[in-house]
């Protein structure tokens, strides 16, 4: 079936199965490899995306569903002139990924967080981070960058 | 004041602008034209003998380009073992065949079956559907003492029993352990098990094989953290194939945690079939399927016996093991229950007389192999919580007893084959007790007690022993490879460099780390050096990452190699200095004539060693030079870690109320990045005391294939950490002093916590003397109430 929706600003078309996935459009028919599949059961948040402003795990929706949408993905959030954004800044001052392979969902996250609550607590931030797996960090960093991006004092916090 | 560049600061990293922005090169973001894709049917029962396999009717499926079994790959070689342990009575171990594809039997759920290949990943998956199997199931051997029994089940048919080694350490003589035991004022016993994990990096294992009929070429690309190890192994074990036709490229890895060393049959299968079937063709592992193919980890069956004299000093020390390998015999599962684990169990302590018996069991379970720390922290799990024990016994505040028994001297040569070259473990744990405030303990305690919840406080030490290695007495030991690593340095005309390094990067930072090290040997900006790792056409060979080892072994090689570098630019300064060599100083980029104001630029003298018009005739264009760096010894980070809990005693949950680490990793190039190495070490082992359990029922049923099963750590599980580095004994035998951080946090922080958790139960009036892993609200309100 034919679909189309707005990625990251730009409309954009497709012919699609109607069991491929969201993720799976975004990265094989546009191939927008920046959003991750790292799970089979909608738990592990690494093919976070934004649909209608919402946090969605691409994993867990058809493309069919996104028809029409206005879609955010990883590769949409740098600045207009291609600097990193104040979440992303945040995460590479604090060292908040690793591998890497998280990070597209945790940023989309942050931004989904901050949205909604421009100021959280650590424990706001933890508890809203349920849904996104992080294998390398401890969460640690995540967090702390999170709240710095958020514009708080994380100097206190221990070690970098 | 904190450096800004060079050894030492916390650079940012470099390669975290491609993994924010999306850019990053992940296995699964390479297509190759013209692919297929392949899916493997897998074994849904743990045991059984293959009667047939029917694909006529799947052949015959939309899409499908060739189906392949085991009958496929009877002329071609098994995956291989890395490491060839021998019993304790002289004789090497048991080591079955492990086919790419099933032959004659299943033997663990998720064993290959079939694969199938097809234009789309969905019609593979389809045509897998009507494959026809005639499997006899048989027994499952699962529970590893019942596997031990004469009468038992066998796994593989053509051994003598299920016990792939008997293997001991030590003390040989089991009269004089009986005698010191006997002789013993108190002698401290505990059964534990070591709970089985999955290691789980984020990235699902990939791999895409390609063949070039023009050239006779291959390439793979796939999720490893050693590319030269997986096309070595492949190459000359399993497809026969000249390693000089066979590229393998790990790019961007999500992550590996050990689980990505071993080759695995996957990867040679595509490697195989995009020859065979004329096309590239491409795997990417489903977690569920991770679950069932990723080896795993730990899973060991433990009893420990400490004996202490009439002063608490510690006299001797015996453990039995049962160490479960799976159904088959992965890269380096043999080494780990044996050489890096028998090894460990000296710990931090100066006991005399130790005897480390471990039993290896096949079973019907996935293979079983290293995971960040691999046989450290079990080792240190099963010491840590018998001295734990010992002191609770005794009375004893447990730091003070660990540090009556330090070792203080050095070098220190265990009773169990190593030589700690140097160490300061009662620095250290001044360094933890005031990171970790333990004066304001009891103040804690006293508030969570008013809250209705009880506290405890888990100490915890540990020793690792990393950059494994001399090669030639780990040859001794049995291992079929060689541990050292290589650099290449390349100089370019116009002054920046390439590095390319056997180490890979997964989540590490060396893109960033190996850089603050030449840039401050030559004086130049880090932003002048790059990395290039990750691709057996582009580097040397070298041994990639894991066991801590990178910074100590590959970015020993790295200084050698820009040694040679410097040492070849200083005879080129000289001829354009009109000086000798041995006046000719580097410094901040400048190469100057001791004593004088002459001076010529590290780009100048780099564009004269590829211009080389005025120049030395003795010496040779270029500037570019590899070094392999084979060490002298392992490297000994230790540390002293503190865990507080509170335990709810209305419903046994416990949650991590803080948790501080204190190490020495010797001398530190990036403090950021070996901050973040600690917390992501704490955060796994949180997740083995309190969460992660892999567990199989009785007929060899995968209990825990996916994430709504197998409780990974969530960020609302753990805290923020206290991280102090500060103690620091630089390695005696490196040339950078380094000791390597990436597995200290997985390893000092299981037993931290379980000490914990006894603790706030004993002081809160229950006795419990243990409980095992995973420390599950469940087991610890069971734990309250017997």
Request: some cysteine; overall charge negative.
């Amino acid at each position: 079936m034919k679909i189309t929706m707005t990625v990251n600003g730009k409309a954009v078309s497709g012919d699609v199965e109607g069991r491929t996935l969201l993720s799976g459009f975004l990265r094989e028919h546009l191939s927008l490899t920046g959003t991750h599949v790292g799970c089979d059961t909608a738990q592990c948040g690494a093919c976070l995306v934004h649909v209608n402003g919402e946090a969605v795990k691409s994993c867990n929706m058809l493309a069919a569903e996104a028809d029409g949408a206005d879609v955010g993905t990883i590769e949409g959030q740098a600045n207009a002139d291609g600097s990193l954004n104040a979440i992303q800044q945040a995460f590479q001052d604090h060292h908040g990924l690793q591998c890497g392979f998280c990070t597209p969902g945790m940023v989309m996250s942050a931004a989904a967080l901050l949205k909604e609550n421009p100021r959280p607590t650590e424990a706001e931030i933890r508890k809203y981070l349920e849904g996104n797996l992080c294998r390398c960090t401890g969460y640690h960093n995540i967090v702390k960058a999170i709240m710095a991006a958020s514009g708080q004092d994380v100097s206190s916090i221990a070690a970098e | 004041m904190p450096k800004d560049s060079g050894i030492g600061a916390s650079s940012k990293r470099r390669e975290d602008v491609r993994f924010l922005t999306g850019a990053g090169n992940y296995t699964d973001d390479i297509n190759v034209h013209g692919q297929a894709y392949v899916h493997f049917l897998r074994s849904d029962i743990a045991h059984g003998r293959i009667k047939s396999v029917d694909t006529s009717a799947a052949e015959a499926m939309p899409g499908v380009v060739r189906v392949f079994t085991g009958k496929d790959f009877e002329g071609v070689g098994g995956m291989p073992c890395g490491w060839e342990v021998t019993d304790k009575h002289g004789a090497p171990m048991q080591e079955p065949p492990h086919p790419i594809l099933a032959q004659g039997k299943v033997r663990h759920v998720g064993d290959p079956i079939a694969a199938i290949v097809a234009d789309s990943l969905e019609q593979a998956r389809d045509a897998a559907e009507a494959i026809d199997l005639d499997i006899e199931e048989l027994p499952a051997v699962i529970d590893m003492k019942a596997a031990a029994q004469d009468d038992a089940t066998l796994v593989h048919d053509d051994l003598k029993n299920n016990i792939c080694y008997d293997w001991q350490l030590g003390e040989t003589d089991d009269a004089k352990v009986d005698e010191v035991f006997a002789n013993a004022a108190h002698v401290t016993t505990l059964d534990l098990v070591n709970n089985r994990l999955v290691a789980n990096p984020m990235e699902p294992r990939v791999a895409v094989g390609e063949y070039k009929r023009g050239t006779d070429e291959y390439t793979l690309f796939t999720t490893s953290q050693n590319p030269h190890v997986i096309r070595l192994l492949m190459c000359a074990f399993v497809l026969g194939l000249p390693e000089h036709k066979v590229r393998v490229v790990a790019p961007d890895v999500g992550g590996g945690f050990g689980t990505k060393i071993f080759h695995y049959a996957e990867e040679a299968f595509c490697t195989f079939a995009a020859k065979a079937c004329g096309r590239p063709v491409k795997w990417t592992s489903s977690r569920s399927e991770a679950f069932m193919s990723d080896a795993h980890g730990r899973d060991h069956v433990s009893k420990i016996e400490l004996a202490l004299d009439a002063d608490n000093n510690f006299i001797g020390l015996r453990t039995n093991t049962y160490a479960n390998l799976g159904a088959y015999l992965s890269t380096f599962s043999s080494s780990v229950p044996t050489w890096l684990h028998g090894t460990l169990m000296a710990g931090n302590y100066k006991t005399p007389v130790i005897q480390v018996n471990v039993k290896a069991m096949f079973t019907n379970t996935v293979p079983v192999d290293a995971y960040r720390g691999a046989g450290r922290p079990e080792a240190t799990f099963q010491l840590e919580r018998v001295v734990d024990k010992a002191a609770r016994e005794l009375g004893l505040d447990p730091i003070a007893l660990r540090r009556q028994n330090f070792v203080t001297q050095f070098p220190y040569d265990t009773p169990v084959a190593l030589t700690y070259d140097t160490g300061d473990y009662n620095g250290t744990m001044d360094k933890l007790e005031a990171a970790a405030d333990l004066a304001g303990f009891a103040a804690r305690k006293a508030e969570s007690e008013a809250n209705g919840k009880l506290r405890g406080l888990g100490i915890n030490c540990y020793i690792e022993a990393c950059g494994i290695a001399p090669s030639n007495i780990v040859g001794m030991l049995g291992a079929r490879a060689g541990l050292y690593d290589a650099a290449t340095v390349r100089v370019n005309a116009t002054g920046s460099i390439s590095v390319m390094v056997g180490a890979h990067s997964h989540g590490q930072g060396h893109e960033t780390a190996f850089p603050q090290v030449v840039a401050d040997m030559i004086g130049i900006d880090e932003s002048m050096i790059e990395i290039v790792h990750g691709d057996t056409s582009k580097i040397p060979f070298g041994m990639g990452t894991y066991g801590s080892r990178s910074l100590a072994v590959c970015g020993s090689a790295m200084v050698k190699a820009t040694e040679k570098v410097i040492e070849k630019a200083k005879k080129i300064a000289a001829h354009l200095l009109e000086a000798s060599e041995a006046d000719i100083e580097l410094k901040d980029g400048q190469f100057s004539v001791a004593g004088t104001d002459k001076s010529v630029a590290w780009g100048d003298v780099t564009l004269t060693a590829y211009v080389p018009h005025n120049y030395p005739l003795e010496v040779e264009p270029g500037l570019e030079e590899t070094a392999f760096y084979d060490p002298a010894n392992f490297t000994f980070p230790a540390g002293a870690y503190a865990c507080e809990v509170e335990v709810d005693p209305d419903t046994g949950q416990v949650s991590i109320e803080k948790f501080t680490a204190a190490d020495d990793f010797g001398n530190i190039i990036n403090p950021m990045i070996v901050d973040g190495q600690v917390h992501g070490g704490i955060g796994q082992g949180i997740g083995q005391a309190l969460l992660e359990n892999c567990a199989y029922d009785e007929n060899g049923q995968l209990l825990s294939a996916s994430y709504m099963d197998y409780a990974m750590p969530r960020a609302d599980d753990v805290p923020f950490y206290g991280v102090d580095h500060s103690s620091q004994t630089p390695c005696t035998h490196n040339p950078l002093g380094v000791k390597g951080c990436g597995e200290a946090g997985a390893i000092g922080s299981p037993p931290a916590v379980v000490n914990a958790v006894l603790d706030a139960l004993n002081s809160g009036g229950k006795a419990v003397d243990h409980i095992d892993m995973p420390v599950s609200p469940s087991r610890v309100w069971a734990a309250m109430n017997s």
